[in-house]
């Protein structure tokens, strides 16, 4: 079955640091991979999608990766902010269908 | 800057009972959907819903489960009879569609059934 997988511990790093968070995914092949983050108790805000026919997107101080070889997606917050400190979602979606299927998320906290 | 928003934001239930949750969906977009997130655990599509009729769902979008689009800006999920387990926070999103694929949430509805 599909499976999507990020880091599952939180990962903390110093603020003014790049924080670099991780998605894998199996047994699928999506046309999308988007990027969310969540905060307690709120809905998921989009940040950034990519195509399966891109390497890379970025936007402000993110950026992503998409590797449909490796089946891995790479996303970078440069210059880190207490104020980034959330959970990050991954989710994925095929060409023949709507739905998105995510992982279960990383929390990034940046100390200030 | 257009937003998802969704009514109510907290709603507590008897088990049995039947809750409408009601979503308006960003005013241009064309496709709509529901997700949940139980509490600790990742987000999970419900339904779709595009011109007037689901599109897609879930094996979790059993017969105790339905939507509607009762007029030009809502779209509503009904829980016919709510199961302990239905408890979770209820995410509407709605999507422009034709290529452009993002989907914008709402803030969500926390469904509390005991």
């Known amino acids: 079955s599909q499976k999507i997988e990020q880091n599952s511990e939180a990962l903390n790093i110093q603020e003014g640091k790049t924080a670099t968070l991780t998605c894998n995914y199996t047994?699928?092949?999506?046309?999308?991979l988007q990027w969310y983050r969540q905060d307690p108790g709120r809905g998921p805000v989009f940040l950034l999608l990519?195509?399966?026919?891109?390497k890379e997107k970025r936007k402000e101080r993110l950026k992503v990766t998409f590797d449909t070889t490796l089946k891995q997606s790479l996303f970078h917050i440069t210059a880190s902010q207490p104020a980034d400190s959330a959970t990050y979602l991954c989710?994925?979606?095929?060409?023949?269908?709507?739905?998105?299927?995510f992982g279960t998320g990383t929390l990034l906290a940046v100390q200030p | 800057e257009p937003e998802v928003t969704q009514t109510p934001s907290h709603q507590v239930t008897q088990m049995g009972q039947e809750v409408i949750l009601r979503c308006v969906p960003i005013?241009?977009?064309?496709?709509f959907y529901w997700y949940r997130q139980i509490l600790g655990q990742k987000v999970e599509f419900l339904v779709s819903?595009?011109?007037?009729?689901?599109?897609?769902k879930s094996e979790i979008f059993d017969d105790q489960f339905s939507v509607e689009r009762p007029d030009g800006s809502n779209f509503t999920l009904k829980i016919r009879s709510t199961k302990l387990e239905d408890s979770a926070m209820y995410f509407c999103?709605?999507?422009?569609?034709?290529?452009?694929?993002?989907?914008?949430f709402g803030p969500g509805t926390r469904l509390l059934v005991f």
């Open positions: 005013s241009n977009h064309l496709y």
């Open positions: 819903f595009y011109n007037n009729e689901i599109s897609e």
């Open positions: 989710a994925l979606r095929g060409g023949a269908t709507n739905k998105l299927i």
């Open positions: 999103a709605s999507s422009e569609g034709a290529g452009k694929e993002t989907q914008y």
């Open positions: 990519i195509r399966e026919n891109e």
């Open positions: 047994n699928y092949s999506p046309a999308y």
